[in-house]
């Protein structure tokens, strides 16, 4: 199977920002801009990018039109989504995603883009980024750990990341590409075209704002479709605002998500650096990465792409 790995970025490249998803404002958006152009990029804002429909950035094929610019312009060498919230889904069936297969392009962003991950890894085997988005970005254009990690994802590095040892990590080692994103967008992709496969993968996962019940459900759901069964490592990143019940569930997200994956032998790394928070470093899904969990905490390594 060829991955397709986009070519990195260079001093002088254009990037696109488009909003597939929740609505966003000019003043949204400035502080990725200004931080972009100190990178040496030239940046081309979607057409409709400021539109509002409900709560999304325009309607469906305004969002589509956006994203269908940026594919088809050859001068775009990465598609930046501005935010997630909800509504990316809603787009897949208005765009024509054949052209990356011929002029690829990083596609970045996390959360919602959890669909484009899972849809473009699954179908053209384009690596793309998961990391944070203009709505995260510094208002006083100093650059934190989570877009100083997108920066140099960007322009072509291959990065080594590492986390805290907790009790609750599985020790072990694995090797496989790198899959996954927000827990919950990824069982709603469950039985669709934009499923997820798992099998000797590594899965990371992460949420945000969601019921600790609905943690059970979600994690469960994984297990009964068998995409658990045959990973080769398991990331679980932020895990962050849990809500809980009147009657309390009676445990955290974390220990939720381990009593489900105990029984397997694979390595599990908790409180890793990826997510609804900061830093939320960039990942390369699809990419070949190298799991290692141990007394010292977890370690991910990026191997060459090939």
């Known amino acids: ?13 254009t990037v696109g920002i488009v909003a597939p998803a929740r609505k966003i404002s000019l003043d949204e958006v400035k502080p990725a801009i200004a931080m972009l152009e100190a990178w040496g990029l030239k940046v ?15 309607n469906d094929l305004m969002r589509a039109s956006d994203f269908q610019e940026m594919i088809n312009n050859p001068d775009i060498r990465a598609i930046i989504c501005a935010r997630g ?23 970045v962003g996390y959360s919602d883009i959890t669909v484009l991950h899972s849809y473009l890894n699954m179908w053209f085997n384009i690596e793309t980024i998961h990391g944070t988005m203009p709505i995260n970005f510094p208002k006083d254009l100093v650059g934190n750990e989570s877009t100083e990690s997108l920066r ?8 080594t990341y590492f986390s805290e040892p907790l009790a609750i990590n599985q020790q072990g080692a694995g090797v496989g590409r790198l899959t996954g994103g927000n827990l919950s ?11 997820i496969y798992t099998d000797g993968r590594i899965l990371v ?15 469960m759901n994984l297990k009964r479709s068998g995409k658990l069964k045959h990973l080769a490592g398991l990331i679980v990143g932020g895990l962050s605002d849990m809500r809980d019940n ?19 032998d694979f390595p599990v790394c908790y409180g890793f650096p990826v997510g609804h928070q900061e830093p939320n470093l960039a990942l390369i899904m699809g990419r070949k990465v190298s799991l290692t969990v141990n007394d010292k905490g977890g370690r991910l390594e990026f191997l060459d792409s090939d």
């Not at 979607?46 to 950035?57: D, I, P, T």
């Not at 996962?205 to 979600?218: A, F, G, K, Q």
């Not at 009676?250 to 105990?262: K, L, N, P, Q, T």
């Open 85 to 107: 919230g909800y509504g990316t889904v809603r787009i897949l069936e208005h765009v024509n995603f054949n052209q990356l297969q011929f002029n690829p392009k990083w596609i």
């Open 1 to 13: 199977m060829r991955i397709i790995s986009p070519p990195p970025l260079k001093v002088g490249d």
């Open 152 to 159: 140099r994802v960007l322009f072509g590095d291959n990065p």
């Open 246 to 264: 009147q009657v309390p569930f009676g445990c955290s997200a974390e220990a939720i998500i381990h009593s489900i994956v105990r029984e397997y």
């Open 185 to 195: 967008v990824l069982c709603s992709l469950s039985g669709s075209d934009a499923d």
């Open 44 to 58: 081309v804002l979607g057409s409709n990018l400021f539109k509002e429909h409900h709560q999304f950035a325009g």
């Open 205 to 219: 996962l992460e949420d945000l704002d969601e019921y600790l019940y609905h943690i059970d459900r979600m994690m």
